[in-house]
């Protein structure tokens, strides 16, 4: 199982980053798939889930509104669209697959990791 993740940057307080995690077929056609974070210092935290379907999503609530969790079958890809960043978003940034469908918000459901990307916020 691959997740490849891409998308991190620097960017200033205010901006937006969409950051991507390409899977293998066979992983997105049938899993339910997260996004985490860790900040330095800081355990990984969950960020946005999303199920198969894509009908259910879950978001952390520091993040609600702001972030747009979505997954697109025929890329076999899944995206996390990051607005109105801000300094306390700064952190690497994993994406993470589970082996059901249903989404979690929870850490250990996770079986699956991409590495991770850095989202640098400047205020």
């Known amino acids: 199982v691959q997740l490849q993740v891409s998308g991190g940057g620097l960017v200033q307080a205010g901006d937006s980053l969409r950051l991507s995690c390409a899977a293998s077929?066979?992983?997105?056609?049938?899993?339910?798939m997260g996004w985490f974070r860790q900040a330095p210092g800081k355990e990984r935290e969950f960020v946005a889930s999303?199920?198969?379907?894509?009908?259910?999503?879950y978001y952390t609530d520091s993040v609600k509104g702001r972030f747009t969790i979505s997954r697109k079958s025929a890329l076999n890809t899944m995206y996390l669209q990051m607005n109105s960043l801000k300094p306390e978003d700064t952190a690497v940034y994993y994406c993470a697959a589970r082996v059901t469908t249903v989404a979690s918000r929870t850490l250990d459901d996770y079986v699956y990791w991409g590495q991770g990307t850095l989202v640098t916020v400047s205020s």
């Open positions: 999303i199920s198969w379907s894509g009908i259910t999503t």
């Open positions: 077929p066979r992983t997105f056609s049938s899993s339910a």
